[in-house]
């Protein structure tokens, strides 16, 4: 099995920023794409930013300039640093990872707990 722990969620108020991690762990014998999505109250569960595993970057339009998604391979983790945080990027950000067990090398989707961010004053 293959687990994610998220961090970094909270309470911040309009303008401020926080920095989510997530760490894999587990049967790994490779990470491909990490990512974060969101999901707002009564809303669909959105992409927010992902990495792939050779660097290249996707952001969804309304994170651009404000969001950075970065990975340190070493530690099977990926971070999203959220800058100039507005009111609706109120939701649970969930991690998402795409990796190879070592347990028949099969490609797998795992995805996180989830970490509540609001952005309220």
């Known amino acids: 099995q293959v687990q994610l722990v998220e961090s970094g969620g909270g309470l911040v108020q309009p303008g401020g920023s926080l920095r989510l991690s997530c760490v894999a762990s587990?049967?790994?014998?490779?990470?491909?794409?990490m990512g974060w999505y969101r999901q707002a109250p009564g809303k669909q569960r959105e992409l927010v930013a992902t990495?792939?595993?050779?660097?290249?970057?996707n952001y969804d339009d309304s994170v651009k300039g404000r969001f950075t998604i970065s990975r340190n391979n070493d530690k099977n983790t990926v971070y999203l640093q959220m800058n100039s945080l507005k009111a609706e990027d109120t939701a649970v950000y969930y991690c998402?990872?795409?990796?190879?067990?070592?347990?028949?090398?099969?490609?797998?989707?795992?995805w996180g707990q989830g970490t509540q961010v609001t952005v309220s004053s």
């Open positions: 998402n990872v795409w990796v190879v067990v070592t347990d028949g090398y099969k490609y797998v989707e795992v």
């Open positions: 587990g049967n790994i014998y490779s990470i491909y794409d």
């Open positions: 990495k792939t595993s050779g660097g290249s970057t």
